[in-house]
C-alpha cells in the first residue's frame, strides 16, 4: 500500500521528442504528488508537484498529468533537450507533508 | 538564498567505526528529512523531524541508526558499529511546511563507503 511504481526504468529520446515517465500508486491517502529531477553526483531537485483535486498542471516543457481514478500520474516533457538527461523519480506523500515515498527512478537520456 | 547543506561531502571508514553526518536545513524551515540512496534500494525514507513534535524514526533499518535535531536547526545522522550494507549516499531535505507548501528541498548528499 506504501509503494509507487515507476516505469520505465530507463527511456532513450531524440532531442525535440517527448518524454513520457508514469507512475503508479496504491494508498488513495496520498495527497501531494511531486517530481524530482536528480543529475549525478547531486541531491534531487523538485521539478513539479500536482495535488490530487487538479488533473493536470504544466510549467514550462514540463506537464504532470494526474488519474484519479486510476491512481496514476505521469510527467511529459515536451520538447526535450540534452541537458534533460537525468534520473526522474516520482513520489508521494500524504497528511501534509511527512516522508516522500519514491518509485524506483527513470533514467532519462536525450539524443542530439 | 542558501540551500541544504550536508557534511562532509564523502566519508570513507571501516567497518564496525561510528559514523556522524550532518546536515543544515535552509533556514525558518521547521521540518528536516534523513533518506538513503543505494542502487539496490532506490531512495528510502529513514527519519523525519517537525518542530517540537516526537520524530518520525518509522524508516530507521536497525538500532545502530539514531538522528537528533539541535534547537530545531541542525541534524546529525549517526551510524553507530558500521556494516558495509550502511554504504549509499545519505540525503538531507527540509520543507517550510506550511499551509501550501509542501515542497522538500535536498541537499547534495553524503557518500558513505564501509570498507
Known amino acids: 500500500q506504501q509503494q509507487v511504481k515507476q516505469s520505465p526504468q530507463s527511456l532513450i529520446v531524440q532531442k525535440g521528442g517527448i518524454s513520457i515517465i508514469n507512475c503508479a500508486y496504491e494508498n488513495t491517502a496520498f495527497d501531494y504528488f511531486p517530481w524530482y529531477q536528480q543529475f549525478p553526483g547531486k541531491g534531487p531537485a523538485l521539478l513539479i508537484a500536482i495535488r490530487p483535486d487538479v488533473s493536470e498542471k504544466k510549467e514550462g516543457r514540463f506537464t504532470i498529468s494526474f488519474n484519479k481514478s486510476a491512481k496514476q500520474f505521469s510527467l511529459h516533457i515536451m520538447d526535450s533537450q540534452p541537458g534533460d538527461s537525468a534520473t526522474y523519480f516520482c513520489?508521494?506523500?500524504?497528511?501534509?507533508?511527512?516522508?516522500?515515498?519514491f518509485g524506483q527512478g527513470t533514467e532519462l537520456s536525450v539524443k542530439p | 538564498g542558501a540551500g541544504v547543506s550536508q557534511s562532509p561531502s564523502n566519508k570513507v571508514t571501516e567497518k564496525g567505526k561510528d559514523v556522524e553526518l550532518r546536515c543544515d536545513p535552509i533556514?525558518?524551515?521547521?521540518?528536516l528529512y534523513w533518506y538513503r540512496q543505494s542502487l539496490g534500494q532506490g531512495l528510502e525514507f529513514l527519519i523525519y523531524f517537525q518542530g517540537n513534535s516526537a520524530p518520525d524514526k518509522s524508516g530507521l533499518p536497525s538500532d545502530r541508526f539514531s538522528a537528533e535535531r539541535t534547537g530545531g536547526s541542525v541534524s546529525t545522522l549517526t551510524i553507530q558499529r558500521t556494516q558495509q550494507e550502511d554504504s549509499a549516499v545519505y540525503l538531507c531535505?527540509?520543507?517550510?511546511?506550511?499551509?501550501?507548501?509542501?515542497?522538500?528541498?535536498f541537499g547534495p548528499g553524503t557518500r558513505l563507503t564501509v570498507t
Open positions: 531535505a527540509s520543507s517550510l511546511l506550511a499551509a501550501s507548501s509542501y515542497e522538500q528541498y
Open positions: 533556514s525558518g524551515h521547521t521540518a
Open positions: 513520489a508521494a506523500t500524504r497528511n501534509q507533508g511527512g516522508k516522500l515515498i
